[in-house]
């Protein structure tokens, strides 16, 4: 599928956002700056998975395509711990204060079957184009419900590149009454407050729950930048972390920029957030990212990849600024791209390396069968990217983690950490089945006494490091045996 955006408004952006992009480029980041997702063990966790799925968008019940027996198919061809699951406030809410409890078993369903192979889920309210509200014919927009919708009879008409949706005038109406830009429906963001609370009530004590994504890339309708991102934004944010934080102390709040713009790299102007709940806050910083280059249709090839990798710098200066901005851990929301282009793979092993070097999750857009995702067919046959996919990683490291390297030439994964008081548990690697060393030929550097173990089904290594002291630095290499 070809994307191109409206050239003005690609060139609008960049005079408006070059001078904070300039800004952002003289800053070092240093690894005290990282931060991580840590679990009941104070483990720092690697989460590698999907979106799961675009599909939900415009099925009946709001629901993705995926089986419990899908779940292990994912986990068996490419070991992946992490799904960002997609929800809709359309169905979670269909009518203003009356919650589908109906709708929550079916999510609470899907949930179980990636607790069931210790998936950590992160349960994404999704909206694209506001809503399927914003005009009487039918678009592509999905997410909030028709009583939450007011366009004022503007018009919205289909496009031939559905983002050019955003701008038609209902849409913006929409988002305008939404941010109360228009000052005419000021108690939506509560509304749409009070639902997360709804929601987080559910599942508070969900263990493989780990984190709620308030909204999947904002739009300011009227407001964009920090007009939008520092103002109502933020404010939503606020309130809606507030009531997720009177029924729900420790899942992960995860906060994502405007979409226009901070998808391509430009900095966001989302402020510092207070979380809260008692003791360390727990907010994600959980950006996506679509090189403007290849949203213009160019390739990650030859000098156009040169391009997108450039591009790719400077999102990633700009997403870690915006870290430590938030002193949040940061996770890839979502990156993907078409993989029957020229590039493709290189692509997403660029992202996924990149992930790695940021200490950052990923979670891929999208687990479909609409060529972008990992499947050759609707019978679930391996496309191109389950084997890129399907990459050593780890999945959660005891203590500090120090530096994080994967050589796909050799295919060796090296994982250091220190020693921190408080972790409990061994540091776990997913190991792909071509990447498993020979008996007995572990490298790990430390001065401690250690155990491994070898889980064969899920193909997970555990080191478990005794009597070590916090400080001390522990270098595990594992390198492909000859079996
Ligand atoms: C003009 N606006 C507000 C806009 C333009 C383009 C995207 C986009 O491509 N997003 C990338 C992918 N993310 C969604 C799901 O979250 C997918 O449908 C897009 O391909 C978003 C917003």
Same mark, same amino acid.
């Given at each position: 599928?070809?994307?191109?955006?409206?050239? $003005?408004?690609? +060139?609008?952006?960049?005079? !408006?956002?070059?001078?904070?992009?300039?800004?952002?480029?003289?800053?070092?980041?240093?690894?005290?700056?990282?931060?991580?997702?840590?679990?009941?063990? @104070?483990?720092?966790?690697?989460?590698?998975?999907?979106?799961?799925?675009?599909?939900?968008?415009?099925?009946?019940?709001?629901?993705?395509?995926?089986?419990?027996?899908?779940?292990?198919?994912?986990?068996?061809?490419?070991?992946?711990?992490?799904?960002?699951?997609?929800?809709?406030?359309?169905?979670?809410?269909?009518?203003?204060?009356?919650?589908?409890?109906?709708? +929550?078993?079916?999510?609470?369903?899907?949930?179980?079957?990636?607790?069931?192979?210790?998936?950590?889920?992160? &349960?994404?309210?999704?909206?694209?184009?506001?809503?399927?509200?914003?005009?009487?014919?039918?678009?592509?927009?999905?997410?909030?419900?028709?009583?939450?919708?007011?366009?004022?009879?503007?018009?919205?008409?289909?496009?031939?590149?559905?983002?050019?949706?955003? !701008?038609?005038?209902?849409?913006?109406?929409?988002?305008?009454?939404?941010?109360?830009?228009?000052?005419?429906?000021?108690?939506?963001?509560?509304?749409?407050?009070?639902?997360?609370?709804?929601?987080?009530?559910?599942?508070?004590?969900?263990?493989?729950?780990?984190?709620?994504?308030?909204?999947?890339?904002?739009?300011?309708?009227?407001?964009?930048?920090?007009?939008?991102?520092?103002?109502?934004?933020?404010?939503?944010?606020?309130?809606?972390?507030?009531? &997720?934080?009177?029924?729900?102390?420790?899942?992960?709040?995860?906060?994502?920029?405007?979409?226009?713009?901070?998808?391509?790299?430009?900095?966001?102007?989302?402020?510092?957030?207070?979380?809260?709940?008692?003791? =360390?806050?727990?907010?994600?910083?959980?950006?996506?990212? *679509? /090189?403007?280059?290849?949203?213009?249709?160019?390739?990650?090839?030859?000098?156009?990849?040169?391009?997108?990798?450039?591009?790719?710098?400077?999102?990633?200066?700009?997403?870690?600024?915006?870290?430590?901005?938030?002193?949040? /851990?940061?996770?890839?929301?979502?990156?993907?791209?078409?993989?029957?282009? $020229?590039?493709?793979?290189? *692509?997403? =092993?660029?992202?996924?390396?990149?992930?790695?070097?940021?200490?950052?999750?990923?979670?891929?857009?999208?687990?479909?069968?609409?060529?972008?995702?990992?499947?050759?067919?609707?019978?679930?046959?391996?496309?191109?990217?389950?084997?890129?996919?399907?990459?050593?990683?780890?999945?959660?490291?005891?203590?500090?983690?120090?530096?994080? @390297? *994967?050589?796909?030439?050799?295919?060796?994964?090296?994982?250091?950490?220190?020693?921190?008081?408080?972790?409990?548990?061994?540091?776990?690697?997913?190991? $792909?089945?071509?990447?498993?060393?020979?008996?007995?030929?572990?490298?790990?550097?430390?001065?401690?006494?250690?155990?491994?173990?070898?889980?064969?089904?899920?193909? &997970?290594?555990?080191?478990?490091?005794?009597?070590?002291?916090?400080?001390? =630095?522990?270098? +595990?290499? &594992?390198?492909?045996?000859?079996?």
């Amino acid at each position: 599928m070809k994307r191109r955006l409206l050239l $003005p408004a690609v +060139l609008c952006a960049l005079a !408006l956002l070059l001078p904070g992009l300039l800004a952002v480029l003289t800053r070092e980041h240093t690894d005290t700056d990282t931060r991580y997702i840590t679990d009941e063990q @104070g483990r720092a966790l690697f989460l590698h998975g999907f979106n799961t799925s675009g599909s939900a968008k415009d099925d009946p019940d709001r629901l993705p395509w995926i089986t419990e027996e899908d779940v292990r198919t994912e986990y068996d061809l490419m070991g992946t711990n992490f799904v960002r699951l997609l929800v809709q406030w359309q169905a979670l809410e269909p009518e203003r204060g009356t919650y589908d409890e109906e709708y +929550l078993d079916a999510v609470a369903e899907r949930v179980d079957w990636y607790a069931d192979l210790g998936y950590h889920v992160l &349960i994404d309210m999704h909206q694209d184009l506001y809503g399927r509200y914003t005009s009487p014919s039918e678009h592509s927009g999905n997410g909030a419900p028709e009583w939450a919708t007011h366009n004022d009879g503007l018009r919205v008409e289909s496009q031939e590149q559905w983002e050019l949706v955003y !701008l038609e005038p209902g849409v913006m109406r929409a988002f305008d009454h939404f941010w109360n830009t228009t000052g005419e429906n000021p108690g939506l963001m509560d509304d749409y407050a009070e639902a997360w609370r709804h929601l987080a009530d559910r599942f508070a004590d969900e263990p493989a729950v780990l984190g709620y994504d308030l909204m999947n890339e904002p739009f300011g309708g009227s407001l964009q930048g920090p007009d939008f991102e520092a103002g109502p934004l933020a404010e939503l944010y606020r309130r809606s972390m507030e009531r &997720i934080r009177e029924v729900d102390q420790d899942t992960w709040i995860f906060v994502e920029g405007q979409a226009v713009g901070v998808n391509w790299g430009f900095p966001s102007a989302l402020p510092h957030l207070e979380d809260p709940r008692e003791g =360390e806050p727990r907010i994600v910083y959980a950006p996506h990212v *679509y /090189p403007l280059p290849m949203d213009l249709g160019q390739a990650y090839e030859g000098g156009t990849g040169e391009t997108v990798d450039a591009s790719i710098d400077v999102w990633s200066d700009s997403v870690r600024t915006t870290a430590e901005r938030l002193e949040a /851990p940061i996770v890839l929301g979502e990156f993907g791209l078409d993989m029957s282009g $020229p590039g493709a793979e290189r *692509y997403v =092993e660029r992202m996924l390396e990149e992930t790695e070097r940021m200490s950052s999750g990923r979670a891929y857009w999208s687990n479909d069968h609409d060529g972008w995702g990992p499947w050759a067919d609707e019978d679930l046959t391996p496309g191109p990217l389950a084997d890129v996919m399907d990459r050593p990683y780890p999945r959660a490291v005891a203590g500090q983690p120090q530096e994080i @390297g *994967y050589d796909p030439g050799r295919k060796t994964l090296q994982v250091s950490w220190a020693e921190r008081a408080g972790v409990d548990g061994p540091t776990e690697v997913y190991l $792909p089945a071509d990447a498993v060393p020979d008996e007995g030929e572990l490298d790990l550097r430390t001065d401690a006494e250690w155990d491994a173990d070898w889980d064969e089904e899920l193909r &997970i290594l555990s080191v478990e490091i005794r009597g070590a002291e916090p400080g001390d =630095e522990h270098t +595990l290499t &594992i390198v492909p045996g000859s079996g």
